[in-house]
């Protein structure tokens, strides 16, 4: 999840959206400025990440009690 997590502010954050305005969400077309800040991107990841990890841990036990 922290995998993705990354992946996700780093290539779809700040090189996709930042700079195809055709892939960018339905009214947010004008948000420039906005895409373009890294470090706000971090930081609403950060806070994320227990509850990736939370939902991971979760997600293997299911596995592990279907197997």
């Given at each position: 999840m922290i995998v993705l997590a990354a992946f996700d502010t780093c290539f779809l954050d700040w090189v996709l959206f930042a700079n195809i305005?055709?892939?960018r969400l339905?009214?947010?077309?004008h948000?420039?400025?906005e895409?373009?800040?890294k470090?706000?991107?971090v930081?609403?990841?950060l806070p994320m990440l227990p509850v990736f990890a939370v939902g991971g841990a979760i997600i293997s036990l299911?596995?592990?009690w279907i197997w």
């Open positions: 305005k055709r892939v339905p009214g947010t077309e948000m420039d400025r895409y373009h800040q470090w706000f991107h930081r609403v990841m299911m596995m592990t």
